[in-house]
């Protein structure tokens, strides 16, 4: 018999941080979170994102006392106001291939939102799609990307079961840098040049002045996305955290912003693929060892993901984002990357998945956020 309890302890809490690196032992294209890092997202006190939305966390256990699935329910005030929608979320979902244990989870969550008086679920979001979101359902031969999630392949089966439908997919792009079209970095760089001439500039994002740049990255991003489908308007504190940890695995050798007269008007940031050194770290544990594996990370990383590419709706069709594509391409050339990610892409996102096939890129996994109406 499963038993479904809300975490109400540090050690509980312990034990849902902990499951996945149990459950996901022997799966070599596992990449484990940090646990620091996972404590830091769960913690509703220091999280800012818990200053809009609550969250209560579930576990189950077996008749063992063992811990075989996690599940967290999660209501989004910003959702709620951006899209007059109101729906809630399960996320951090995990679990055991037993639907006797999903199915108890997903009650327990669907349970409490609708004690929140929600009209349906999406998810799963992490906690939300400003961070990991999304169940793999496609491309289980290969690790993710910083940032993106893996999962058992038996996820789909078990959400679906519950009788959760599909909502959207999301497709991850793979580029192989040496495979990238001259023909498109050429015309990139042609553009940008008459670009110049109409007072529109595209330069590295300076992080000795972050908290400038910063704001003028928030504006970006919350005007360019803010008709994209799941959208979730980021606040000054949301943003603030973001930076901060992007500063953490990027430079502004990989980030860059297009101007117009000093406007911000487009973004893109790219990531070097931590998870490349991560996935070493089986047990998601820095001390006493692991941090050593991140020292002078940067130098021993071949991938680099595009995290996002932000283009105020009055710029587009312009050529801005060719640009910064080509832009990404040389310095990814300069600093020896071998290979890139675009994710994730919406594939309602007529525009970007074209782009993404024009220059051979390869739509190699494919996530799906799910939905439930009550």
């Not at 106001?81 to 979902?93: A, I, M, R, T």
């Not at 071949?302 to 105020?312: D, M």
């Not at 525009?351 to 939905?371: C, E, F, H, T």
Request: hydrophobic content about 35%; aromatic content about 14%.
């Amino acid at each position: 018999m499963t038993q479904i309890s809300k975490v109400k302890t540090g050690k509980e809490l312990k034990e849902f941080i902990s499951l996945p690196y149990s459950l996901y032992k022997n799966d070599t294209n596992y990449v484990p979170d940090l646990r620091i890092v996972q404590k830091e997202t769960l913690n509703k006190k220091k999280n800012p994102f818990f200053k809009h939305a609550k969250a209560e966390y579930f576990i189950a256990k077996d008749t063992s006392n063992r811990v075989v699935g996690r599940v967290a329910a999660i209501t989004n005030e910003n959702y709620v106001k951006h899209w007059n929608e109101n729906y809630g979320f399960f996320g951090f979902f995990e679990s055991v291939n037993d639907r006797k244990v999903s199915d108890a989870l997903f009650e327990a969550a669907i349970n409490w939102l609708k004690e929140k008086g929600v009209d349906g679920v999406y998810g799963p979001m992490n906690p939300s799609t400003n961070d990991t979101c999304g169940t793999l359902v496609e491309g289980f031969d290969s690790p993710p990307y910083v940032m993106m999630v893996h999962n058992k392949k038996y996820y789909n089966t078990l959400i679906t079961g519950y009788g959760f439908k599909k909502k959207m997919d999301l497709f991850s792009y793979r580029i192989i840098i040496d495979d990238f079209p001259e023909r498109y970095v050429s015309l990139g760089d042609q553009i940008e040049e008459r670009l110049k001439r109409r007072g529109i500039t595209i330069r590295k994002v300076n992080f000795k002045d972050i908290k400038n740049e910063a704001s003028k990255l928030q504006y970006i991003y919350n005007k360019a996305w803010e008709k994209n489908w799941g959208f979730i308007p980021m606040s000054d504190d949301e943003f603030k955290e973001i930076v901060k940890e992007l500063k953490m695995v990027t430079s502004s050798d990989y980030v860059f912003i297009a101007e117009d007269k000093g406007k911000p008007i487009a973004f893109i940031a790219n990531l070097p693929n931590i998870n490349e050194i991560t996935i070493n770290i089986r047990n998601g544990k820095l001390l006493p060892f692991n941090f050593i594996k991140l020292i002078n990370f940067k130098k021993k990383i071949k991938k680099l993901r595009t995290l996002t590419l932000g283009l105020i709706e009055d710029y587009r069709n312009t050529g801005i984002d060719t640009c910064l594509y080509s832009r990404s391409f040389h310095a990814a050339k300069k600093g020896g990357f071998d290979e890139a990610e675009a994710s994730w892409i919406l594939e309602n996102n007529v525009m970007m998945n074209r782009i993404l096939q024009n220059v051979g890129a390869d739509p190699y996994k494919r996530y799906r956020i799910y939905s439930i109406d009550f």
